[in-house]
Nanobody, 126 residues
């Protein structure tokens, strides 16, 4: 079992930056595939980014590609999401997620992940 705690959200003006963190505890962290999702009011939970257990493979939603960077530090049992050039449409609750195995064809689906953090609010003002 894995427990996830997300943090780092806040209020920022458009064009600014934030870095989200997700700390994991429980079973061996390096065996888990990690993802970031977000959910805005009135919208479905949306895939943002994912990273393999080794950190050697990453995947991004088109809406954040070139602006966001996902990374992990297995020695610290942590995953990060660096968010640059933030836009008002990035406003959402951001969730980190994990699973031991994720089908590549369904990597963007929240149903592929068994473990979730509590969510951290990101608000971008215009």
């Amino acid at each position: 079992q894995v427990q996830l705690v997300g943090s780092g959200g806040g209020l920022v003006q458009a064009g600014g930056s934030l870095r989200l963190s997700c700390a994991a505890s429980g079973r061996a962290f390096n065996n888990y595939f990690m993802g970031w999702f977000r959910q805005a009011p009135g919208k479905e939970r949306e895939f943002v980014a994912a990273i393999s257990w080794s950190g050697g493979w990453t995947y991004y939603a088109d809406s954040v590609k070139g602006r966001f960077t996902i990374s992990r530090d297995n020695a610290k049992n942590s995953v990060y999401l660096q968010m640059n050039t933030l836009k008002p449409e990035d406003t959402a609750v951001y969730y980190c997620a994990a699973d031991q195995k994720v089908a590549v064809s369904r990597i963007r689906s929240p149903y592929e992940y068994d473990y979730w953090g509590q969510g951290t609010q990101v608000t971008v003002s215009s």
